[in-house]
């Protein structure tokens, strides 16, 4: 029996074990059965142990950013906090609102916890190490994240507050917008890499190079229209404390409330993990294990989004829409065209990847270009306007 | 197994399929709905038609759901017990779908359904159905809807726009 103890293959092996142990006294179905339902667990596990790091690594890279220390009073430099954290949620009071749709109210914190969660299924935490390898993988985690913006809609109409409600239009607004130039991305990295499947994706960028390399324009829009996506600042304009308080969650407390809480930091966590696959060659790395070099590089973007969020002020929600739609929708067409254009006429995959960064560059500078002019035509007509 | 799961799967379907035109309520009508189109998706896993299932909760949850929702909370007394079911035009309404209940049963019982499998469906899949569609088969069909949608599209934007 060959060594399958390598640190690569830890959790496979693990799973082998297991499962070989399981089938020495049960029957077949009923060992497929406890290994898939063990697979959900292990996914929500780590769904949640990454909440609670990525609740802790917020306060601490927000305190670090203001110059402050952060949470440093319970563990060694705080460590303990998102425990104490998760046992105030567990034992708060659970309010329900008099005029709140109850159904609605119920229903909204477990249609989205569980649409952030199923997105796990796909992310491709290391070599052989995804949960269903779906040869649809992409598709299927735009499509279970378009579940969420159902959630947040229940949320904000069943909370029966004009705040909440508010929240509920933006999050159709700019859920739907951000959707086009995020598929339009998604699409490019696809026709790069020939497949939908999160494993093939990784592969690929294995013959041609991590994607950011080839498309950095691509890369770019991504990162933007995926941060709004996810709700991240400066596009947080459904939780907007300044303008709408806390937007669809305004109303919950307790462990509904934590359960948004886990969905916003379980999307920022798969968002994160996607644009690694897509852009950053997923678990492709030397020396380190495959797992160990997927949860660095993601940690690393989430570190990014972070940064943003503690730097960037936000911006308003017309502007949100503006940039959307009359930016990012065009920029992303051009782009899928060019990719589209390179990649069927150049067969060569080293001047094709080159040619691809020229063009994606270009893209960058044209964009950035017709921006800075409708800006200055718009000072220019604001100063006309002024002196008649 | 496979059984089981496909009962399930139907019986949620067609429970909440239930609740949507029963309810009262017409926003819990419409989150009835998403586990409906959600449960169907889940057929077509079955059927190991992943795309499918994919497009059909990208679709028609993400999109026309969320479009529904969106038309029930602009529209006015909602929420009031008091405001009757029914309007003047019932009868008309009635009609309509009487008639298209007619033709989807009279579709459903005249199509040759298969009794034994068809087969495993090819790996490139996918690949395959992009290059049919594009084929000469279905490239006119194909290009006329999407001729259809920019005019939707078009047609969108002139309404909105100010004047």
Redesign the interface.
Known sequence: MENIWTIENLWNAIGTVLRNWLAGFLPA?LVT?IMDLLVIVVLLAIGIVAVLVLSFMERKVAARAGDRYGPNRWGPYGLLQPFADAIKMLIKEDIIPHVA?R??FN?APV?VTVGAVMTYAVLPFGRDMVAAN???GI??F???G??S??GL??AG?GSRNKYA?IS??RA?AQL?TY?VPVGLCIICVVMLAGS?STQDIVLAQQERGWFFLLMPGIFILYFLAASAEMIRCPFDLLEADSEIIAGHFIEYSGMKFALFFLAEYIHLFAGSAMMVTLFFGGWLGPWLPSWLWFLIKTFVVIFVFMWIRNTFPRIRIDQVLKIGWKVMVPAGLVGLAITGFVDKLIADKLIAGVVLFICNIGLIIGVSYLMGRAQRRKEMAAEGAALR | ?AQAIFIILSLITLGCALVVVTNR?L??SA?YL?FVF?GV?GLYFMLQA??F??????IY???I??LI??AI?LSRDL?NPNVRGFNRQWWAAAIVAGLLFVVLAVVLWRAPWPAAPVGEPS?D??AELGQALVSPAYVLPFEVVSILLLAALVGSILIARER
């Open positions: 179905w059965l749709d159904f609605s229903l249609i779906l040869n649809i598709l299927y735009a499509a279970v378009s579940l913006i159902i809609l229940t109409w409600l509920a239009f159709v739907i959707e939908l | 197994m309520n926003f819990h989150l998403a959600v998706a992943e795309f299932a994919g497009i059909q909760v990208l949850v993400g999109a759901l969320t929702i969106f909370m929420m790996a899949f996918i």
